[in-house]
């Protein structure tokens, strides 16, 4: 069985960091994209970050440069996005996804599998 499990979400001020992590089990995680896509509410999901499977390659939407770094450990199956210097909108639930294609990794339609969330707040 798939499973992508999210953690490391909470509450945090302006201007302070958090860690997601994402524990992925059930599938051949060396072989699949990773990404973070987040939904705030009564908005659309929004890719945020990428890592490729080839060579582990980055990639982050603009608001986020800079500011968030994405890893992943292949070795534990487990993926990560560090977040610095977090602002207000970046409030949201943060999904890890996994896919095997080949389409465009920012394309948040693409991914095959979806972890249940982690919810992040930024506020004072």
């Known amino acids: 069985e798939v499973q992508l499990v999210e953690s490391g979400g909470g509450l945090v001020q302006p201007g302070g960091s958090l860690r997601v992590s994402c524990a992925a089990s059930g599938f051949t995680f060396g072989s699949y994209d990773m990404s973070w896509v987040r939904q705030a509410p009564g908005k659309g999901p929004e890719w945020v970050s990428g890592i490729s499977r080839s060579d582990g390659s980055t990639y982050y939407r603009d608001s986020v440069k800079g500011r968030f770094t994405i890893s992943r450990d292949n070795a534990e199956n487990t993926m990560y996005l560090q977040m610095n210097s977090l602002k207000p909108e970046d409030t949201a639930v943060y999904y890890c996804?996994?896919?095997?294609?080949?389409?465009?990794?920012?394309?948040?339609?693409?991914?095959?599998?979806w972890g249940q969330g982690t919810q992040v707040t930024v506020s004072s």
């Open positions: 996804a996994a896919r095997f294609g080949s389409s465009c990794l920012r394309d948040y339609r693409s991914y095959n599998f």
